[in-house]
Structures are given as C-alpha cells and as structure tokens.
Nanobody, 117 residues
Framework: QVQLVESGGGLVQAGGSLSLSCVTS????????MAWYRQAPGKQRELVAS???????VYSTSVKGRFTISRDNAKNTVYLQTNSLKPEDTAIYYC???????????WGQGTQVTVSS
C-alpha cells in the first residue's frame, strides 16, 4: 500500500519559516520524481517545486529563492524548506510522487500552511 504522509505545517507570521516533510512507503522512492504542490482556497492546485531521482530541481517563480526542495533516498523522504513566508503562501501543501507509466502518480493528504500578516 502506497502512503505519502506530510508533516510540518502550521501557523507562522510573515517572514517566518517552516520545514515540511513527506515520508513515503510502498514505492521505490529513489526512482520517483517527488514534488510539492499547494492549493489555496478557491484556487487550482499548483506546482511549488519538484526534484527528480537525479536531484534536478524545478521551482515555481513565486517561491524561487525562498523555498528549497530536497530528498533523502535512504529515508524515503522529501523535504520543503520554506523561508521568508508571505500571506500568499497560505495553502494546503501536498506531496506527490510520480514515475513514468499509467497509474504511477500518488498524493499525500496535505498539510496546512497558514501565514499571518
């Protein structure tokens, strides 16, 4: 059974930081591209950052320079370090695991990040 379990969300003031984690099980972690998405109320889910099995990263323009995605293949875990948080970063943050082929796309349950002004 595939599980992706996010943690680390919470309430923080603008300018603060949070460290998000996503622990996975049931997948061959080191061959998956891992990503963080977020969804704010009334908005579509959007990609925040991704990291390939080889360590290549992609960031959305809105978080580049403030957020850092990383992975620890030994711990089957992907991280998102969020710094200089802004109220517009408020959203539910979801962990995603993906590999080529039909059906190889998995989601966590999400963790709430709320940034107060």
């Amino acid at each position: 059974q595939v599980q992706l379990v996010e943690s680390g969300g919470g309430l923080v003031q603008a300018g603060g930081s949070l460290s998000l984690s996503c622990v996975t099980s049931g997948i061959i972690f080191n061959i998956h591209t891992m990503a963080w998405y977020r969804q704010a109320p009334g908005k579509q889910r959007e990609l925040v950052a991704s990291i390939t099995s080889g360590g290549n990263t992609v960031y959305s323009t809105s978080v580049k320079g403030r957020f850092t995605i990383s992975r620890d293949n030994a711990k089957n875990t992907v991280y998102l370090q969020t710094n200089s948080l802004k109220p517009e970063d408020t959203a539910i943050y979801y962990c995603n695991a993906e590999r080529p082929g039909p059906g190889w796309n998995f989601w966590g349950q999400g963790t709430q990040v709320t940034v107060s002004s």
